[in-house]
């Protein structure tokens, strides 16, 4: 059932940001920045953190998930250092995530040998 459930959860939440992106003009990078904004206060509010308990995955892989992860990354530290804490703490929270798609994101770029595109001449 956990696979079920996380399978709907992200599935819901992938379907409403494409319907946002197909219904507004809003541009990807612009939702991208929205789905973590909402994702840190949902969190701050109480929200997702039930919502990763029952998705898992589903919750809190997609790009809420990362707000979520900063939002408790910065509660925490601000808990032990305080105000020092509100820019240290997102940054250890997500420093294995963000070290990690650097890496792999070289290691594909080393692989498959991407080409840019040319730029068209006026």
């Given at each position: 059932?956990?696979?079920?459930?996380?399978?709907?959860?992200g599935?819901?939440?992938?379907?409403?940001?494409?319907?946002?992106?197909?219904?507004?003009?809003?541009?990807?990078?612009?939702?991208?920045?929205?789905?973590?904004?909402?994702?840190?206060?949902?969190?701050?509010?109480g929200?997702?953190?039930?919502?990763?308990?029952?998705?898992?995955?589903?919750?809190?892989?997609?790009?809420?998930?990362?707000?979520?992860?900063?939002?408790?990354?910065v509660?925490?530290?601000?808990?032990?250092?305080?105000?020092?804490g509100?820019?240290?703490?997102g940054?250890?929270?997500?420093?294995?995530?963000?070290s990690?798609?650097?890496?792999?994101?070289?290691?594909?770029?080393?692989?498959?040998?991407p080409?840019?595109?040319?730029?068209?001449?006026?």
């Amino acid at each position: 059932m956990d696979y079920i459930n996380a399978f709907w959860v992200g599935g819901l939440i992938c379907a409403l940001v494409q319907i946002l992106l197909e219904k507004t003009k809003l541009l990807p990078g612009r939702v991208m920045v929205i789905l973590v904004c909402l994702g840190a206060v949902l969190g701050a509010v109480g929200v997702y953190e039930p919502l990763t308990a029952f998705a898992g995955a589903g919750a809190s892989v997609p790009l809420p998930g990362f707000g979520n992860v900063l939002w408790k990354g910065v509660r925490e530290a601000v808990d032990e250092n305080g105000l020092l804490g509100l820019f240290q703490g997102g940054l250890k929270a997500s420093a294995v995530g963000i070290s990690a798609a650097l890496v792999f994101s070289y290691l594909a770029s080393r692989i498959f040998e991407p080409k840019m595109k040319d730029e068209p001449t006026a």
